[in-house]
Protein backbone atom coordinates (compact mmCIF):
# COMPACT_ATOMS: atom_id res chain seq x y z
CA UNK A 1 0.00 0.00 0.00
CA UNK A 2 1.37 3.33 -0.70
CA UNK A 3 1.75 6.20 2.08
CA UNK A 4 2.44 9.61 1.39
CA UNK A 5 3.48 11.78 4.06
CA UNK A 6 3.75 15.47 4.19
CA UNK A 7 5.81 18.04 5.89
CA UNK A 8 7.30 21.36 5.93
CA UNK A 9 4.22 23.73 6.42
CA UNK A 10 3.79 26.41 8.97
CA UNK A 11 2.81 30.07 9.50
CA UNK A 12 4.44 32.48 7.69
CA UNK A 13 4.46 36.13 6.80
CA UNK A 14 3.57 37.52 3.28
CA UNK A 15 6.56 37.63 1.01
CA UNK A 16 8.42 34.68 3.00
CA UNK A 17 8.90 30.63 1.70
CA UNK A 18 8.38 27.57 2.80
CA UNK A 19 9.67 24.09 1.63
CA UNK A 20 6.96 21.30 1.46
CA UNK A 21 8.34 17.86 0.76
CA UNK A 22 6.33 14.61 0.36
CA UNK A 23 8.20 11.04 0.90
CA UNK A 24 6.62 8.11 -0.71
CA UNK A 25 6.79 4.34 0.95
CA UNK A 26 5.04 1.49 0.02
CA UNK A 27 5.78 1.63 -4.03
CA UNK A 28 8.40 2.41 -6.59
CA UNK A 29 8.11 5.79 -6.76
CA UNK A 30 9.73 6.81 -9.82
CA UNK A 31 6.98 5.34 -11.95
CA UNK A 32 4.64 7.53 -11.19
CA UNK A 33 3.71 11.46 -11.83
CA UNK A 34 3.41 13.75 -8.51
CA UNK A 35 1.38 16.47 -8.35
CA UNK A 36 0.26 19.27 -5.39
CA UNK A 37 -2.76 20.48 -5.17
CA UNK A 38 -4.51 22.58 -1.94
CA UNK A 39 -7.70 23.08 -0.39
CA UNK A 40 -8.76 26.07 1.28
CA UNK A 41 -11.69 26.32 4.29
CA UNK A 42 -14.95 26.64 1.95
CA UNK A 43 -13.34 25.80 -1.52
CA UNK A 44 -12.65 22.98 -3.71
CA UNK A 45 -8.89 21.11 -3.75
CA UNK A 46 -6.91 22.80 -6.50
CA UNK A 47 -4.26 21.84 -8.34
CA UNK A 48 -1.10 23.57 -7.67
CA UNK A 49 1.86 21.72 -10.01
CA UNK A 50 2.84 18.14 -11.47
CA UNK A 51 5.95 16.98 -12.14
CA UNK A 52 6.60 13.71 -14.80
CA UNK A 53 8.27 10.55 -13.47
CA UNK A 54 11.75 11.88 -14.35
CA UNK A 55 11.60 15.09 -13.13
CA UNK A 56 12.25 16.59 -16.28
CA UNK A 57 8.61 17.92 -17.54
CA UNK A 58 6.84 20.08 -14.84
CA UNK A 59 3.64 22.48 -15.02
CA UNK A 60 2.11 25.50 -12.67
CA UNK A 61 -0.72 26.83 -12.26
CA UNK A 62 -1.32 30.25 -13.28
CA UNK A 63 -1.31 31.28 -9.43
CA UNK A 64 1.64 29.89 -8.50
CA UNK A 65 3.76 30.02 -11.83
CA UNK A 66 6.78 32.06 -11.40
CA UNK A 67 6.70 31.42 -7.36
CA UNK A 68 6.54 27.86 -7.04
CA UNK A 69 9.14 25.02 -8.07
CA UNK A 70 7.55 21.19 -7.73
CA UNK A 71 10.92 19.09 -7.80
CA UNK A 72 11.97 15.04 -7.23
CA UNK A 73 14.58 13.11 -5.98
CA UNK A 74 13.42 9.56 -7.22
CA UNK A 75 16.43 8.14 -5.34
CA UNK A 76 14.94 9.44 -1.77
CA UNK A 77 11.59 8.82 -2.84
CA UNK A 78 10.96 12.60 -2.08
CA UNK A 79 8.57 15.21 -3.64
CA UNK A 80 9.15 19.04 -2.78
CA UNK A 81 7.11 21.90 -3.77
CA UNK A 82 9.57 25.03 -2.98
CA UNK A 83 6.88 27.89 -2.35
CA UNK A 84 8.44 31.75 -2.49
CA UNK A 85 7.07 35.33 -2.26
CA UNK A 86 4.16 33.83 -0.38
CA UNK A 87 0.75 35.32 -0.20
CA UNK A 88 -2.18 35.22 2.53
CA UNK A 89 -4.42 33.74 -0.85
CA UNK A 90 -1.80 30.27 -0.87
CA UNK A 91 -3.87 29.85 2.98
CA UNK A 92 -4.51 26.37 2.45
CA UNK A 93 -4.01 22.29 3.55
CA UNK A 94 -1.66 21.29 0.29
CA UNK A 95 -1.56 17.81 -0.57
CA UNK A 96 0.95 15.61 -2.35
CA UNK A 97 -0.80 12.90 -5.03
CA UNK A 98 0.61 10.26 -7.26
CA UNK A 99 -0.95 8.67 -10.43
CA UNK A 100 0.46 5.51 -11.10
CA UNK A 101 2.63 4.98 -14.34
CA UNK A 102 0.86 8.21 -15.56
CA UNK A 103 1.21 11.22 -17.32
CA UNK A 104 1.21 14.77 -15.15
CA UNK A 105 -2.15 16.40 -15.38
CA UNK A 106 -4.12 18.82 -13.04
CA UNK A 107 -6.79 16.61 -13.22
CA UNK A 108 -7.65 16.25 -9.28
CA UNK A 109 -9.42 13.03 -10.69
CA UNK A 110 -6.63 11.40 -12.25
CA UNK A 111 -4.89 10.71 -9.30
CA UNK A 112 -4.53 7.46 -7.79
CA UNK A 113 -3.34 7.84 -3.83
CA UNK A 114 -2.98 10.91 -1.71
CA UNK A 115 -1.20 12.49 1.10
CA UNK A 116 -2.92 13.67 4.64
CA UNK A 117 -2.11 17.21 3.56
CA UNK A 118 0.00 19.99 5.63
CA UNK A 119 -1.38 23.25 6.65
CA UNK A 120 0.21 26.34 5.39
CA UNK A 121 -1.06 29.58 6.39
CA UNK A 122 0.59 33.06 5.44
CA UNK A 123 -0.31 36.04 7.19
CA UNK A 124 -0.27 39.37 5.94
Known amino acids: QVQLVESGGGLVQAGGSLRLSCAASGRTFSTDAMGWFRQAPGKEREFVAT????????YYADSVKGRFTISRDNAKNTLYLQMNRLKPEDTAVYYC?????????????????WGQGTQVTVSS
Open 51 to 58: IDRSGTNT
Open 97 to 113: AGRLGGRPTSATSMYDY
